[in-house]
């Protein structure tokens, strides 16, 4: 680097940042707001949407089960077992 780069990169102005979220770790997803209220099929429907979009996204996939579970009522996947 040259002595002005280095120059400029210890006079470059502060950004603003506006305060986010806190506990965002303790709260329900960010994206789409608990509520026991909704029907979970139009829930699950926002999770697949969310899913599509960010097909990466841990936390909505879990949510997405959890709904699921509800609206089978509680049941799981289970392997299938081709040796018995």
Known sequence: MSPEQLAESRDR???KLHPGLRDIGLSQHPHIPHNADRDPEVLAAEYVRRLDEHPQDD???RSWRRCM????????WQPNNSNN
């Open 59 to 61: 936390e909505t996939r």
């Open 69 to 76: 579970r509800s609206i089978m009522g509680g049941w799981t």
């Open 13 to 15: 102005t502060p950004i």
